[in-house]
């Protein structure tokens, strides 16, 4: 029995990969993703919470807006604090004045979203195959969106 199940888990694990990277592979195809311009989404996809394929909890939530808010030399409360007092302004508006482009606060976000997957991860709390798909997602948003949703994050927090 156990030696039916090596050769099925190695399958799985393949065929994870592949879809892993057939999805990140159609990222690069998107420009949007990687666009240096400002993209402004629609009021009603700005309103809107993603939906990330496992919804990030409190723990997830604090280490990516702390990452983040490290990167512009803040901390979190301080940058909530900017994002409650006006309902209009997102990350981008805090950045933009520090000289931190788009591309950069996407990529930035990004990157904390990352590794606060992996830190999941190893920790045990979700499988190789969540945390996959968890990154697939965040990495599949365009800039806009993903901007939006964080600063949504820090005015909770």
């Known amino acids: ?60 939530r604090a280490r990516v807006v702390g990452q983040i808010a490290d990167a512009l030399q803040q901390d979190s409360g301080q ?32 990157t904390a979203l990352d590794e606060a997957a992996d830190a999941y991860g190893q920790a045990g709390t979700w499988s190789a195959q969540q945390v996959t798909a968890e990154k697939a997602y965040w990495g599949s948003r365009s800039q806009g969106p993903l901007i939006s949703e964080v600063s949504r994050w820090l005015r909770e927090v």
């Open 1 to 60: 029995m156990r030696h039916l199940l090596i050769p099925r888990m190695a399958q799985v694990v393949g065929l994870i990969l592949a879809l892993s990277v057939a999805v990140l592979a159609g990222c690069d195809a998107q420009p949007s993703a990687r666009s240096t311009t400002i993209e402004q989404p629609p009021a009603n996809v700005a309103d809107a919470p993603l939906a990330p394929p496992i919804s990030p909890d409190a723990a997830y």
């Open 79 to 110: 940058v909530a604090a900017a994002l409650r007092a006006d309902a209009q302004s997102t990350l981008m508006s805090l950045a933009k004045p520090l000289g931190v482009a788009q591309d950069r606060l996407a990529q930035i976000a990004l």
